[in-house]
Nanobody
């Protein structure tokens, strides 16, 4: 049984930082591309960042320079370091592991709220 468990969300003031974690089980983690998506109320889910099995990372323009995605294959965990958070970053954040269309898994989400 595949499980992706996110943690690290919460309430933070503008300009603050959070680090999200996504720990996977039931998959060969090191061969999967890992993504972080987010969905704000009334909006479509959007891709925030991704990191390939080789460690190559990409980011949405809206978070470049502020967010950093990483992975620790020994711990089966992907991370999203979020710095200089803005109110528009408020959303539910979801972890995704992707190998192909048949092997594509999601976590349950963790809420990030940026507010003073």
């Amino acid at each position: 049984q595949v499980q992706l468990v996110e943690s690290g969300g919460g309430l933070v003031q503008p300009g603050g930082s959070l680090r999200l974690s996504c720990t996977a089980s039931g998959i060969i983690f090191k061969i999967y591309t890992m993504h972080w998506y987010r969905q704000a109320p009334g909006k479509q889910r959007e891709l925030v960042a991704g990191i390939s099995s080789s460690g190559s990372a990409n980011y949405a323009d809206s978070v470049k320079g502020r967010f950093t995605i990483s992975r620790d294959n020994a711990k089966n965990t992907a991370y999203l370091q979020m710095d200089d958070l803005k109110p528009e970053d408020t959303a539910a954040y979801y972890c995704n592991s992707w190998l192909n269309s048949m092997f594509n898994y999601w976590g349950q989400g963790t809420q990030v709220t940026v507010s003073s």
